[in-house]
């Protein structure tokens, strides 16, 4: 019989400030995330300097509601895990400096967990993983492929080259004016479209799972200028349908391929654009014909939340890894493997 | 009583430990540091000298800003987590009131300046030994707070680490008025901050944000471009 082990997550790599409680990697005790979303929206994006700001204000009062939703006290807590990065430097060091802080006071192992590891970690609280595994993790900041052979193998066999997914999405709803964050707006007008605008595939060199979606942005934004100039109405939910179909279309087609090419036991999603429902159906649909399980957390794990952060870190914690007082923010952290 | 004070306000790391009215162990470094990687590790290691462990610490003070946003986080981050975290008082003081304290018994005026680029800087005037707030803390252009500070018609001192890049313009407006702090007294020190932290009160610990005394230059475009009126 083992003991339990129980680690507080800390995260405020982007514009969420969240802490959690998770029991040995796999069961959410607690779940705290604040958004910012209200106060970034007026600038249409994420503006670094209000985050930070944010985070400093709500940090202490969100690790506060974990613990106490969890009716737990720190000496029942085995480590804090916390997102060193990648994201927003300012941000995550707040994160940080308040994690080590919290160690320091309550005398517990620090853990710095790769956020992008933590997005495929929230798996693991909705359902246990299956290795070799492949994970899409695909959201606002990241448009990634990852490939793991066990707990703590990654190898990243595909990413974007310019923007993330989620940043095309977000630039193109700006530019058919629909509200910051503009992924949801996207996906809810391509449900409405009958005659989707057929946009180009964009699927680089023969064999790469690498992504690459300014060019398609850019058809887009050519599109809208080239139809306004010839004073043509725009159906918006035309061009948003036909953006999303170039979107899915790539997306659905590199991670099938690679997932044969890997045989995965297990292909799963993460990140906020995993919510996307035109996605999500495409994904399912092809993965159900090629008989292979694919899963996709519920929503509140896909966007991010501190209870991820606490799930890699647990398996950190049982595979030795500690950090110290010296961690720091690393906003261009590459995925290293823990083993 | 042990106080445990930080402040990480500008690039200099002021560190110190006071057990009661003795100041135990205090440090200040002036290199190009980053207080993210450093703060943390200075301060367990001078805990571990004055062998204090984190559960004996009485009081947190922390340098409230102005100063660099991201170098006032830092140590407003880890102060009141500290504070949170132990179940223990957080004092706050403004950065420049703590710099003012080098030159508590200057006859005069005390103007602690924290250069901001573009010349401007955060500026305060401070006098007597109990650092009464003669003008407040503020973002301002460094030529228009020295013609303030000229209307007092008093001598003053300046201290801070960035005095240098404004000497020409001090010395033109305030002439023989203007005084310079020796380099030993240009730095923050985190003992000052303690002594001023036992006269301030207690702060509510969840609620305590930097005092940036300016907004982010997103706000202010987009007040401007709002039609608001001063940015």
Redo the contacts between chains.
């Keep these: 019989m083992s003991e339990d082990i129980y680690v507080l997550g800390i995260e405020t790599s982007c514009d969420e400030t969240a802490a959690s409680v998770v029991k040995n990697g796999t069961e959410i005790v607690s779940n705290v995330v604040a958004s910012q979303i209200e106060s970034h929206k007026r600038f249409g994006g994420v503006v670094p300097e209000i985050a930070s700001r944010h985070h400093v204000e709500q940090i202490t009062i969100v690790i506060e509601e974990a613990l106490k939703q969890a009716d737990m006290v720190p000496a029942e807590l085995n480590a804090v895990a916390v997102t060193e990065g990648p994201g927003l430097v300012g941000a995550l060091l707040i994160g940080v400096n308040a994690a080590k802080a919290f160690a320091f006071a309550h005398q517990l192992p620090i853990i710095g967990v790769h956020h992008i590891a933590g997005h495929i970690y929230a798996n693991r609280l909705a359902q246990e993983m299956e290795f070799p595994l492949l994970a899409l993790v695909i959201s606002g900041g990241h448009t990634e492929l990852v490939y793991m052979k066990e707990h703590g193998h990654f190898e990243v066999i595909g990413e974007t080259r310019d923007d993330a997914a989620g940043e095309a999405y977000d630039k193109v709803a700006r530019t058919l004016n629909l509200p910051y964050p503009g992924g949801p707006h996207i996906d809810r007008l391509a449900h409405e479209s009958s005659h989707p605008v057929k946009f180009p595939r964009v699927w680089l060199e023969e064999g790469t799972y690498d992504f690459s979606f300014s060019g398609l942005k850019s058809s887009v934004l050519n599109y809208m200028h080239n139809a306004a100039q010839r004073g043509e109405q725009v159906a918006p939910e035309d061009v948003a349908a036909g953006f999303q179909n170039s979107v899915v279309e790539v997306v659905t087609a590199k991670t099938l391929r690679a997932a044969s090419q890997y045989n995965v036991r297990q292909v799963i999603a993460a990140g906020g654009v995993a919510a996307n429902k035109g996605l999500r159906a495409s994904l399912e649909k092809e993965f159900a014909e090629k008989e292979i399980p694919f899963f996709i957390p519920p929503l509140s794990l896909c966007t991010d939340n501190a209870a991820m952060i606490a799930a890699a870190g647990t398996v950190m914690f049982e595979k030795g890894i500690r950090g110290n007082m010296a961690m720091n923010g690393r906003p261009g952290m590459e995925m290293g493997s823990w083993i | 009583m042990i106080y445990l004070g930080i402040d990480t306000s500008n690039s200099p790391l002021a560190i110190a430990l006071a057990k009661d009215d003795t100041i135990l162990i205090e440090e200040t470094l002036n290199l190009k540091i980053?207080h993210?990687?450093?703060?943390?590790?200075a301060?367990?290691e001078m805990m571990a000298k004055a062998k204090i462990k984190?559960?004996e610490l009485t009081h947190i003070a922390v340098a409230e800003g102005p100063g660099s946003?991201?170098g006032v986080?830092?140590g407003?981050?880890?102060?009141?987590?500290?504070a949170?975290?132990?179940k223990i008082p957080l004092h706050m003081v403004s950065s420049l009131k703590v710099l003012a304290g080098n030159g508590q018994f200057f006859d005069g005026v005390i103007c602690p300046l924290m250069d901001a680029r573009r010349g401007t800087a955060f500026m305060g005037a401070y006098e007597g030994e109990s650092l009464e707030s003669l003008i407040p803390d503020q973002h301002s252009e460094v030529s228009e707070f020295l013609n303030k500070l000229k209307e007092l018609g008093r001598p003053v001192l300046f201290t801070g680490i960035d005095i240098e890049i404004h000497e020409a313009v001090i010395r033109e407006i305030l002439g023989d008025r203007a005084f310079f702090a020796a380099p030993q007294n240009r730095l923050p020190r985190a003992s000052n901050l303690i002594m001023l932290a036992k006269q301030s009160a207690e702060q509510d610990?969840?609620?305590a944000?930097?005092e940036?005394r300016r907004i982010?230059?997103?706000?202010a475009n987009?007040i401007k471009a709002q039609g608001g009126g001063e940015s």
């Design positions: 980053n993210s990687l450093t703060a943390m590790p301060i367990e984190p559960a946003y991201t986080r830092i407003l981050t880890i102060a009141k987590t500290l949170w975290s132990l610990i969840h609620h944000v930097p940036y982010t230059e997103a706000e987009y």
